[in-house]
Antibody, heavy 115, light 109 residues
């Protein structure tokens, strides 16, 4: 059974870069035919799709975040990563990694943007 | 950017049936939007119930079904159970970029 686990700092300063990693266990990213996704949920609000990456490296991004987001994959470490630059308080959220098509979601990690 | 709209809230009686819909501001929802449906309970991560309009995962209870209905994506819950009380989100694909719906709070009462 494939499981996902997010990791990274829980606190980021305004204007800095948010970096998260999603480690996949129980299956190989490179053997999957699915895209791997990042999603976030601000406190008390709905879900926002950030973007996705295929094991070969191709990506799709939310147009509203595209200028600040990079999603990459490292098949040797069986993980994929999110970088969001120039963060503000509006980026405070629970960040989830998932394979929306394949099914599994991580438990989520809370990231706060504050000085 | 498209907007994906869902009913804010719906109530269903235990054992009853309710249909949630997912509407696109750009026009009729088709299979090419690859509709997905997710369930989220308070304090928990979401889980995927339906992918590609009507396909279920192994963990999806049989009482949930997905379809296209009247130009929208639809999630039908039959024989509702108390544990089905949750927030439900749909998601549509627009040339690879996904947009989540506004969410529907389903109350089983």
């Amino acid at each position: 059974q494939v499981q996902l686990q997010e990791s990274g700092p829980g606190l980021v300063k305004p204007s800095e870069t948010l970096s998260l990693t999603c480690t996949v266990s129980g299956g190989s990213i490179s053997r999957s035919s699915y895209y791997w996704d990042w999603i976030r949920q601000p406190p008390g609000k709905g879900l926002e799709w950030i973007g996705s990456v295929f094991y070969g490296g191709s990506t799709f991004y939310n147009p509203s975040l595209k200028s600040r987001v990079t999603i990459s994959v490292d098949t040797s470490k069986n993980h994929f990563s999110l970088k969001l630059i120039s963060v503000t308080a509006a980026d405070t959220a629970v960040y989830y990694c998932a394979s929306l098509q394949g099914g599994p979601w991580g438990r989520g990690t809370t990231v706060s943007v504050s000085s | 950017q498209a907007v994906v709209t869902q009913e804010p809230s719906l109530t269903v009686s235990p054992g009853g049936t309710v249909t949630l819909t997912c509407d696109s501001s750009t026009g009729a929802v088709t299979g090419g939007h690859y509709p997905y449906w997710f369930q989220q309970k308070p304090g928990q991560a979401p889980r995927t119930l339906i992918f590609d309009t009507s396909n279920k995962h192994s963990w999806t209870p049989a009482r949930f079904s997905g379809s296209l209905l009247g130009g929208k994506a639809a999630l039908t819950l039959s024989d509702a159970q108390p544990e089905d009380e949750a927030e439900y989100y749909c998601s549509l694909s627009y040339s690879g970029a996904r947009i989540f719906g506004t969410g529907t709070k389903v109350t089983v009462l």
